[in-house]
């Protein structure tokens, strides 16, 4: 397993953009599948977006497809997710995840596709 430290959360306005980023450290972060979840206030942490270790595939929530972008520096063992066109319902706190496997296109993406998780960073998206 590694270490996950995410970033770059915040405070901004709907319409805004933000990019978190989540370090690794423990581990070795070039053959892991890297993810990103979110949770919102009393609802279930859901999935947002997943990178392979070789970063040519790549997947979205419908919710975020469009509007988000995953990407990773396997040099820094870091992974982004530029966030653009925040809307008020983007609001959750944000985990960086790690795991081995890769779903093929269609499936769900659950938490028990990651063995590492961050802490969380918070994204809070005023109207």
């Given at each position: 397993?590694?270490?996950?430290?995410?970033?770059?959360?915040?405070?901004?306005?709907?319409?805004?953009?933000?990019?978190?980023?989540?370090?690794?450290?423990?581990?070795?972060?070039?053959?892991?599948?890297?993810?990103?979840?979110?949770?919102?206030?009393?609802?279930?942490?859901?999935?947002?977006?997943?990178?392979?270790?070789?970063?040519?595939l790549?997947?979205y929530?419908?919710?975020?497809?469009?509007?988000?972008?995953?990407?990773?520096?396997?040099?820094?063992?870091?992974?982004?997710?530029q966030?653009?066109?925040?809307?008020?319902?983007?609001?959750?706190?944000?985990?960086?995840?790690?795991?081995?496997?890769?779903?093929?296109?269609?499936?769900?993406?659950?938490?028990v596709?990651?063995?590492?998780?961050?802490?969380?960073?918070?994204?809070?998206?005023?109207?």
């Amino acid at each position: 397993q590694v270490q996950l430290v995410e970033s770059g959360g915040g405070l901004v306005q709907a319409g805004d953009s933000l990019r978190l980023s989540c370090t690794a450290s423990g581990g070795t972060f070039t053959h892991l599948a890297m993810g990103w979840f979110r949770q919102a206030p009393g609802k279930e942490r859901e999935f947002v977006s997943a990178i392979k270790w070789s970063g040519d595939l790549i997947r979205y929530s419908d919710s975020v497809k469009g509007r988000f972008t995953i990407s990773r520096d396997n040099a820094k063992n870091t992974v982004y997710l530029q966030m653009t066109s925040l809307k008020p319902e983007d609001t959750a706190v944000y985990y960086c995840a790690a795991g081995q496997a890769w779903r093929p296109s269609g499936s769900v993406w659950l938490e028990v596709d990651f063995h590492s998780w961050g802490q969380g960073t918070q994204v809070t998206v005023s109207s």
